[in-house]
């Protein structure tokens, strides 16, 4: 063995290794070397490995390599090779059997390249420039095991390429601008062991393409939705994509724990609240509309979590089998609009209860009310646009493409580059168009109210009383803007980032479907209902009515408390109906009065 590296050798003469006839391995890497004379390894005749790694040799020829008879490893990656010679590279290394040339500026292949190299099983070109590659380049190479192309610049990769490969069992072709893969790309190549396909979208990705690769044992892909294809293929990298696995639709327990908790919770909360709500004597029969069509949107979202739950304990084991069936089924695509309607829906009641609110406190004195005509007619068009947004991708499969079935839960945040440019516009339309601009309103909006509130509490005589009720409003609508931002400040950075094409892991995307997006449809019935004072005083009166009945028995008919006290919820005096203001019908319980706004602007 002789080595040679890591020196400044420019220039080797013809008879610099004279009379080495038991030399088997040479090592001359990192050196200076820009050329090899023809006949420099002439003598070499029982030389087995042969290393010429990161020098500066720009040309090679057929004769450099006189002599190298026993030659087995040639390796000759990171020199500056600006093209291999048309001539038969391995005519005097007729038991060539590793050959590699990775790293240089080599820009197409030849026919003629390597039609001497019959013995080579190992062929690298990885990192190069290689756009074209002629028809029949590779038609000698029956005995090669492995085929590295890989991070090159090939567009087109003919089937026929490969199809005198018959015993090729691991093939690179990763990191190619590559448009499409044929349906019949690897038909002729049945021996394949292991595939990699790293860094190449396949738009018309079928299974069709795989099926014929029986013995395939390893797998790798640009994104994990792609394994869903493959389900044959024991090793399918990535084998997640931080929401699914290869074996589970949730591929993390804590996620599948809390796609239940969060589930019920929001089904729970929302249906409590519709079913409790109309026990609230309201003064205004309007907002509670709003408020029951509010938890009403929620309440989808329940109902999707609860749908993902489901499936998840349906494909648990092997999702990888199912996937792509699952992503590309109704099922999926009709629960991700249910999640988008539901989401859309919520947004857009929640802004217009805040714009009620704000125009009940700002301008009390106005004529701005809001009338029954136009409080139906403002909730009929919020459920329409909804719809619309929600079921507008499902209209048109050649412009959206999949819309819902990019991740194994048919959410749409698209954290990656979707396969469709129209999908990825109406992504962002919704989520940083409409959904950022309510979320501005409604912080400007609760803002404004607290800023209006704090004006009237100083020119208020009860300074004491309406510094207390101040506070209370404060932290009121600090909450609701504190959900509302912690629920979508992470989905506008998260859109953001993708349009930067800033690389997102896939658990961030997944936490924020599963548990941050559900946050306002969880808290709503919380911050609108259960928290409010006359529902707390509800439920107070009702467990008193109850514990009474229990220590009076059956033996005299006790005096029951009936909810009689009112809400007024941020919205003017003059609904008040004629029923509620009747003198006389307060008389056996203290009347409870919740002043968001009247009283403050009234004084």
Same mark, same amino acid.
């Given at each position: 063995?002789?080595?040679?590296?890591?020196?400044?050798?420019?220039?080797?003469?013809?008879?610099?290794?004279?009379?080495?006839?038991?030399?088997?391995?040479?090592?001359?890497?990192?050196?200076?070397?820009?050329?090899?004379?023809?006949?420099?390894?002439?003598?070499?005749?029982?030389?087995?490995?042969?290393?010429?790694?990161?020098?500066?040799?720009?040309?090679?020829?057929?004769?450099?390599?006189?002599?190298?008879?026993?030659?087995?490893?040639?390796?000759?990656?990171?020199?500056?090779?600006?093209?291999?010679?048309?001539?038969?590279?391995?005519?005097?290394?007729?038991?060539?059997?590793?050959?590699?040339?990775?790293?240089?500026?080599?820009?197409?292949?030849?026919?003629?390249?390597?039609?001497?190299?019959?013995?080579?099983?190992?062929?690298?070109?990885?990192?190069?420039?290689?756009?074209?590659?002629?028809?029949?380049?590779?038609?000698?190479?029956?005995?090669?095991?492995?085929?590295?192309?890989?991070?090159?610049?090939?567009?087109?990769?003919?089937?026929?390429?490969?199809?005198?490969?018959?015993?090729?069992?691991?093939?690179?072709?990763?990191?190619?601008?590559?448009?499409?893969?044929?349906?019949?790309?690897?038909?002729?190549?049945?021996?394949?062991?292991?595939?990699?396909?790293?860094?190449?979208?396949?738009?018309?990705?079928?299974?069709?393409?795989?099926?014929? &690769?029986?013995?395939?044992?390893?797998?790798?892909?640009?994104?994990?939705?792609?394994?869903?294809?493959?389900?044959?293929?024991?090793?399918?990298?990535?084998?997640?994509?931080?929401?699914?696995?290869?074996?589970?639709? &949730?591929?993390?327990?804590?996620?599948?724990?809390?796609?239940?908790?969060?589930?019920?919770?929001?089904?729970?909360?929302?249906?409590?609240?519709?079913?409790?709500?109309?026990?609230?004597?309201?003064?205004?029969?309007?907002?509670?509309?709003?408020?029951?069509?509010?938890?009403?949107?929620?309440?989808?979202?329940?109902?999707?979590?609860?749908?993902?739950?489901?499936?998840?304990?349906?494909?648990?084991?092997?999702?990888?089998?199912?996937?792509?069936?699952?992503?590309?089924?109704?099922?999926?695509?009709?629960?991700?609009?249910?999640?988008?309607?539901?989401?859309?829906?919520?947004?857009?009641?929640?802004?217009?209860?805040?714009?009620?609110?704000?125009?009940?406190?700002?301008?009390?004195?106005?004529?701005?009310?809001?009338?029954?005509?136009?409080?139906?007619?403002?909730?009929?068009?919020?459920?329409?646009?909804?719809?619309?947004?929600?079921?507008?991708?499902?209209?048109?499969?050649?412009?959206?493409?999949?819309?819902?079935?990019?991740?194994?839960?048919?959410?749409?945040?698209?954290?990656?580059?979707?396969?469709?440019?129209?999908?990825?516009?109406?992504?962002?339309?919704?989520?940083?168009?409409?959904?950022?601009?309510?979320?501005?309103?409604?912080?400007?909006?609760?803002?404004?109210?607290?800023?209006?509130?704090?004006?009237?509490?100083?020119?208020?005589?009860?300074?004491?009383?309406?510094?207390?009720?101040?506070?209370?409003?404060?932290?009121?609508?600090?909450?609701?803007?504190?959900?509302?931002? &912690?629920?979508?400040?992470?989905?506008?950075?998260?859109? &953001?980032?993708?349009?930067?094409?800033?690389?997102?892991?896939?658990?961030?995307?997944?936490?924020?479907?599963?548990?941050?997006?559900?946050?306002?449809?969880?808290?709503?019935?919380?911050?609108?209902?259960?928290?409010?004072?006359?529902?707390?005083?509800?439920?107070?009166?009702?467990?008193?009515?109850?514990?009474?009945?229990?220590?009076?028995?059956?033996?005299?008919?006790?005096?029951?408390?009936?909810?009689?006290?009112?809400?007024?919820?941020?919205?003017?005096?003059?609904?008040?109906?004629?029923?509620?203001?009747?003198?006389?019908?307060?008389?056996?319980?203290?009347?409870?009065?919740?002043?968001?706004?009247?009283?403050?602007?009234?004084?």
């Amino acid at each position: 063995m002789l080595y040679l590296q890591h020196n400044r050798i420019k220039i080797i003469s013809v008879n610099a290794f004279r009379g080495l006839h038991n030399l088997t391995k040479l090592y001359l890497s990192h050196n200076l070397i820009t050329t090899l004379k023809p006949g420099v390894f002439r003598e070499l005749h029982t030389l087995e490995w042969l290393v010429i790694e990161n020098n500066k040799i720009n040309r090679i020829s057929p004769q450099i390599f006189q002599g190298l008879n026993s030659l087995i490893l040639l390796v000759m990656l990171n020199n500056v090779l600006g093209r291999l010679p048309d001539k038969p590279l391995c005519q005097y290394m007729p038991k060539l059997n590793w050959l590699d040339f990775e790293g240089n500026y080599i820009p197409s292949l030849k026919n003629t390249t390597f039609s001497s190299c019959t013995t080579l099983t190992v062929l690298v070109l990885r990192k190069n420039r290689i756009l074209t590659i002629s028809d029949n380049t590779f038609s000698s190479l029956s005995r090669l095991d492995e085929l590295d192309l890989a991070n090159n610049r090939i567009e087109a990769f003919s089937p026929s390429l490969l199809k005198d490969m018959k015993e090729l069992s691991q093939l690179n072709i990763s990191d190619n601008p590559m448009q499409k893969i044929q349906p019949d790309q690897f038909d002729y190549v049945l021996t394949l062991k292991s595939l990699s396909l790293e860094g190449i979208e396949i738009p018309n990705i079928q299974r069709r393409m795989f099926l014929p &690769l029986r013995n395939l044992t390893h797998i790798y892909f640009k994104k994990f939705q792609y394994c869903g294809f493959a389900p044959h293929v024991r090793n399918c990298k990535p084998n997640t994509d931080g929401i699914s696995s290869l074996e589970n639709l &949730l591929a993390s327990i804590v996620q599948r724990v809390f796609v239940w908790v969060v589930s019920v919770a929001t089904c729970f909360g929302n249906i409590f609240v519709i079913c409790t709500r109309p026990y609230i004597r309201s003064e205004n029969k309007l907002h509670a509309m709003c408020i029951i069509s509010l938890c009403c949107a929620d309440c989808l979202m329940g109902l999707y979590l609860f749908v993902i739950g489901y499936y998840d304990l349906k494909y648990r084991g092997e999702y990888n089998k199912n996937a792509q069936a699952w992503m590309d089924s109704t099922q999926c695509r009709l629960v991700g609009s249910l999640a988008i309607l539901s989401t859309e829906v919520s947004v857009l009641l929640l802004t217009y209860l805040t714009l009620e609110k704000y125009i009940c406190i700002v301008y009390p004195f106005r004529c701005l009310k809001p009338g029954k005509c136009r409080t139906i007619t403002s909730l009929i068009l919020i459920w329409i646009i909804g719809f619309i947004i929600a079921f507008l991708p499902l209209s048109n499969e050649d412009i959206f493409h999949n819309y819902y079935g990019t991740n194994g839960v048919c959410f749409p945040l698209h954290s990656e580059q979707p396969e469709s440019t129209a999908a990825q516009i109406y992504s962002v339309v919704i989520f940083l168009g409409v959904n950022l601009a309510a979320f501005i309103i409604i912080v400007f909006s609760y803002s404004s109210m607290f800023y209006s509130i704090h004006k009237t509490a100083i020119m208020a005589t009860e300074i004491h009383n309406h510094i207390k009720k101040e506070m209370t409003l404060a932290k009121r609508f600090f909450f609701i803007v504190f959900t509302d931002a &912690l629920c979508w400040i992470p989905i506008f950075i998260l859109k &953001l980032l993708s349009l930067l094409q800033v690389e997102i892991p896939g658990s961030i995307s997944s936490w924020v479907v599963i548990f941050i997006l559900p946050i306002n449809s969880a808290l709503n019935p919380i911050l609108y209902t259960i928290t409010t004072r006359p529902f707390k005083e509800m439920i107070c009166q009702i467990w008193n009515n109850y514990k009474q009945r229990r220590s009076t028995g059956n033996k005299s008919r006790p005096k029951v408390y009936s909810p009689s006290f009112f809400w007024v919820e941020m919205w003017p005096l003059q609904d008040l109906s004629a029923e509620i203001m009747r003198p006389g019908i307060y008389t056996d319980s203290e009347v409870s009065v919740d002043t968001h706004t009247t009283r403050l602007s009234y004084t």
